[in-house]
């Protein structure tokens, strides 16, 4: 299986951090949420998707290239 590696802003790094003690029953959700300063119902989203993907659950979709940034790039080549 191919490694990948992920850059995380701090911000990632943190809620990272926050969702694996969530997760390992160290926190709870609420409190969590409340330290991220999202909601309960972003932060039962965020789990999930962190539950499903793992760090790419995390990452915030706005810095991935959107569709027509990637048709140029083809287009280009």
């Known amino acids: 299986m191919k490694e990948r ?3 995380l802003s701090m911000k990632e790094l943190k809620r990272y951090k926050i969702l694996q003690d969530v997760i390992s029953k160290k926190l709870p959700l609420t409190q969590g949420a409340r330290i991220m300063g999202i909601s309960y119902r972003q932060a039962l ?3 999930k ?3 499903e993907r793992g760090v790419e659950g995390i990452i915030s979709k706005h810095r991935q290239p959107h569709n027509n940034i990637l048709q140029l790039r083809m287009k280009k080549r």
């Open 5 to 7: 590696r992920y850059s």
């Open 45 to 47: 989203r965020l789990k």
């Open 49 to 51: 998707r962190f539950l």
